[in-house]
Nanobody, 125 residues
Framework: QVQLVESGGGLVQPGGSLRLSCAASGSTLGYYYIGWFRQAPGNEREGVLCISNLDGSTYYSDSVKGRFTFSRDNAKNTVYLQLKSLKPEDTAVYYC??????????????????RGQGTQVTVSS
């Protein structure tokens, strides 16, 4: 069983930055393919990025491409999502998820083996 715990969310002004963390316990996160998702009030959950095991590439949604960056620290068993140039429309609860099986950018979070409880990001002046 893998436990994922997100942190790093908060209130930030437009144009600001945040770094979200997703710390894993119970297993080595390096064995899993990772997805980050977000859900704003009244909206469907949106895939932000995924590390696909089709070709090992990192896929970003068009809405965050060039502004969000994925990284990982295997020694800390933690993955990160760096958010820059934040916009009010980035306001959402952000979730990380981990999956051993096949993932592609359209794989929904419900398919992932494990997911965290989410961290709130609010972009407002």
């Amino acid at each position: 069983q893998v436990q994922l715990v997100e942190s790093g969310g908060g209130l930030v002004q437009p144009g600001g930055s945040l770094r979200l963390s997703c710390a894993a316990s119970g297993s080595t996160l390096g064995y899993y393919y990772i997805g980050w998702f977000r859900q704003a009030p009244g909206n469907e959950r949106e895939g932000v990025l995924c590390i696909s095991n089709l070709d090992g590439s990192t896929y970003y949604s068009d809405s965050v491409k060039g502004r969000f960056t994925f990284s990982r620290d295997n020694a800390k068993n933690t993955v990160y999502l760096q958010l820059k140039s934040l916009k009010p429309e980035d306001t959402a609860v952000y979730y990380c998820a981990a999956h051993r099986g096949l993932v592609v950018p359209t794989t929904p979070i419900e398919t992932y083996d494990y997911r965290g409880q989410g961290t709130q990001v609010t972009v407002s002046s």
